[in-house]
């Protein structure tokens, strides 16, 4: 039938949980490109699409902070704010070595095609400090959040900027970052953070979303091409909290899950593995290939003959060299930016169905959308109404972006696209240029 290093285990709202491999473009070439794609798709006004290559601000702070050994170091952050159109910026903090202002203002705008093909209320921001997190300790680490926090305060809020967990930072980075912002306002604010603990403020089924999304969106694609999910074989790569969640849904729903991986490699049965009874990498790191009968390497894996791919680990695995290669009729983006732009158009060409990142691991995102709003009416909400607006908002998103994808003969990745640009120019052009 044809058709159209090691991970990191934080996860930020759009569902990244590893490191990019240092292949391919930069993420501000990538929005960049994506932004004109879309574009020539669309009769668009170029001036619009001139303001959308740029962010509108990128806040660059030094954070002094005393180690444990007395000495005091300097770190660089960064907080960029890539388009508000459509409402306050929204986007990931990361904790990481190889953070820079170009990455920032790359991933800003990918938040914003994100938040935009949800048809969320918010724009697009990212930010971080240069810094290996796993060389502090938890008290360098709280003060270094705490002194960033004060440093971004007249840049943050619940109605202008909310960061979220990301690569390095975890709930308890939020809450530290919520209280240090609470303590100088001189109320508790929970709503200018999302990805808390839900004891302050948090959502439940917050850490669980992006892979639920994926999870869903499978569930759609398959039933798109007339697949039944319990006559479907799935491979995933990656067995943190996205890949997990998302394994152990569509087994629960009737996929047979034949391969799951980390990054000592994957464990492979043709017959299915039982998900529940191998843990994710938050419960037990790097077990996965102990677990297992048969080990093949994560580059097997992402070959094996599969009805779907679920790339959920690290960016940039899908490559000019092993497109071709690749045997799944459909491959989900479970991780940022798994799939290179070059084999990208490979598997078009090859008519192999690949749903993008910015659909499909979209539940962080709407989560803790649900969170902001759970915040500002200071009223939670069950894990089952959280759950069932998840699936409500991704079979809204899907359904614009199948639209757009059987209207235009396009890619889903090029529809998902339109989507998020569209309802964006029309929003700039709604509210015009101001003076």
């Known amino acids: 039938m044809t058709m159209a ?8 709202e759009s569902g990244d949980e590893a490191e990019s491999s240092i292949e391919s473009e930069s993420a501000l070439e990538t929005a960049r490109r994506q932004l004109y794609q879309a574009a020539d798709h ?10 959308l290559k740029h962010p509108k601000k990128v806040h660059e702070v030094t954070i002094p902070i ?5 000495t005091v170091e300097v770190f660089t952050g960064y907080r960029a704010q890539h388009d508000s159109v459509r409402g306050p910026y929204k986007g990931g903090l990361r904790y990481h070595p190889h953070v ?22 918010f724009g697009g921001a990212k930010g971080g400090v240069a810094v290996n997190p796993k060389d502090l300790s938890s008290d360098e680490k709280e003060r270094l959040t705490r002194r960033f926090a004060q440093e971004l305060r007249d840049a943050v809020g619940p109605n202008q900027d909310i960061p979220a967990p990301d690569m390095g930072t975890d709930p308890q980075t939020m809450a530290w970052l919520m209280d240090a912002y609470s303590m100088q306002e001189g109320e508790t604010t ?54 997990a969640n998302a394994a152990r849904l569509l087994d629960e729903w009737g ?9 000592n490699g994957a464990m492979y049965d043709p017959e299915g593995i039982d998900t529940a009874s191998v843990p994710s990498h938050d419960e037990e790191p790097e077990a996965v290939t102990t677990y297992a009968d ?49 084999a990208d158009s490979i598997l078009a060409e090859r008519d192999i169905a690949v749903i993008p990142d910015i659909l499909a691991n979209a539940g962080g995102v709407t989560v803790s959308y649900f ?12 894990l089952e109404r959280v759950n069932d607006e998840l699936e409500t908002e991704m079979q809204a998103a899907w359904q614009a972006v199948q639209t757009e994808f059987e209207h235009r003969d396009v890619t889903w990745r090029d529809a998902a696209y339109i989507v998020a640009l569209t309802r964006i120019a029309e929003a700039h052009e709604a509210r015009g240029l101001w003076p």
């Open 294 to 342: 048969t080990v093949i390497s994560n580059g097997e894996l992402l070959t094996l003959d599969v009805d779907v791919l679920i790339p959920a680990a690290l960016g940039n695995v899908i490559t000019e060299e092993n497109a071709e290669a690749v045997a799944a009729d459909i491959v989900v983006e479970g991780a940022n930016g798994p799939t290179t732009s070059t």
């Open 42 to 51: 669309l009769d668009i006004d170029p001036n619009v699409v001139e303001r």
């Open 5 to 12: 290093s090691k991970a990191d285990t934080t996860r930020d």
């Open 255 to 263: 996929a047979t899950v034949v391969a799951i991986s980390d990054v």
């Open 66 to 70: 005393k180690r444990d050994d007395g």
């Open 100 to 121: 820079t202002r170009d990455e920032c203002v790359g991933l800003g705008m990918w938040m914003t095609w994100k938040c935009a093909v949800m048809d969320l209320p």
């Open 190 to 243: 929970p709503g200018v953070v999302t990805g808390k603990p839900p004891i302050v403020g948090g959502s439940e089924g917050r850490e669980e979303a992006p892979g639920r999304s994926v999870a869903i969106i499978t569930k759609l694609v398959c039933e798109y091409y007339d697949r039944e999910l319990t006559d479907t074989t799935v491979a995933v790569q990656g067995y943190g909290s996205v890949g």
């Open 371 to 382: 969170e902001w709003l759970q915040d500002i009416n200071r009223r939670s909400w069950s």
